[in-house]
């Protein structure tokens, strides 16, 4: 490898760098460890439902973080999903993911919904 293709290789890694500074300079903290949370769960531990959880949390509804809480419990009960727990999860996504549309910015709804969705 010569040294102009070190430093092209340089200069669009400190690009690369730069789109991602820019992508998160934008959001609010709070969103920020909401979506590092979400991440962990969706990704990391595979379990959706946890993630609605923090999503559940970031938008401030009460009521689906219950609802959330109470089909975890329903699952370990069944060691299991059954199919119409999974649309009513689906659901839930949906309304969560809406709240977020309208409460938070595009940039950052954006990372929530890649987070999540």
């Known amino acids: ?4 293709s070190r430093k092209q290789l340089l200069a669009e890694a400190g690009d690369v760098l730069k789109q991602i500074r820019e992508e998160v300079e934008g959001i609010d903290k709070k969103v920020e460890t ?10 990391e531990d ?14 401030g509804d009460k009521k689906y973080q ?18 119409f727990i999974d649309q009513y999860i689906a659901e839930i996504q949906k ?7 309208e409460q938070f910015s595009s940039q950052e709804f954006g990372v929530i919904y890649s987070a999540i969705g």
């Open 1 to 4: 490898m010569n040294i102009s």
């Open 95 to 101: 309304i969560l993911l809406s709240a977020a549309k």
């Open 66 to 83: 219950k609802v959330l809480e109470a089909i975890k419990d329903i699952e370990k009960a069944e060691e299991g999903r059954h199919y």
């Open 46 to 59: 595979k379990d959706l439902v946890s993630g609605l959880v923090e999503l559940a949390k970031l938008v």
């Open 34 to 43: 909401a979506v590092k949370k979400m991440t962990k769960c969706c990704e």
